[in-house]
């Protein structure tokens, strides 16, 4: 069970997280075409085959993982890659240079509903995160 905090911090979050997404997209921090990514809304198909998941905080992170992400499709051509940022930039940035069997989607926000909104899309078979700190 949850403790108090964790389950104060989800209902919080819950709430919160329709109203942060609107300021951000008000704001241009959010990509209009894509917003419905960050409310855990896939906006490409789930590819056949096993799914790894890479989270990148930042475009530097995102860039760092573009050789392990083409060196995995090398060894094992089944692999297909779900590579999540949550910056416009980021995703500018990928845009040019993803391999092909790897796809680019906005993180969602810390929500329940959104998070198991992208995780009963996706279903990925490995998720890791990225941090270059």
């Known amino acids: 069970m949850p403790s108090p905090l964790i389950r104060f911090y989800f209902a919080y979050a819950d709430r919160a997280a329709p109203k942060v997404l609107e ?3 008000a704001n241009g921090r959010e990509d209009a075409d894509r917003v419905g990514e960050r409310r855990g809304e896939a906006g490409l198909p789930r590819p056949d085959g096993p799914l790894l998941w890479f989270h990148a905080a930042s475009v530097g992170e995102a860039v760092s993982i573009l050789d ?5 499709g090398a060894d094992d051509p089944e692999l297909r ?11 500018q940035v990928l845009g040019q240079r993803l391999p092909e069997a790897a796809l680019h989607q906005y993180v969602p926000l810390d929500s329940g509903p959104f998070v198991r909104r992208f995780l009963d899309h996706w279903k990925p078979d490995l998720a890791v995160w990225t941090e270059s700190e």
């Open 23 to 25: 300021r951000r997209l």
């Open 81 to 91: 890659f779900l590579i999540t940022t949550g910056t416009r930039t980021s995703a």
């Open 68 to 72: 392990l992400v083409r060196d995995l």
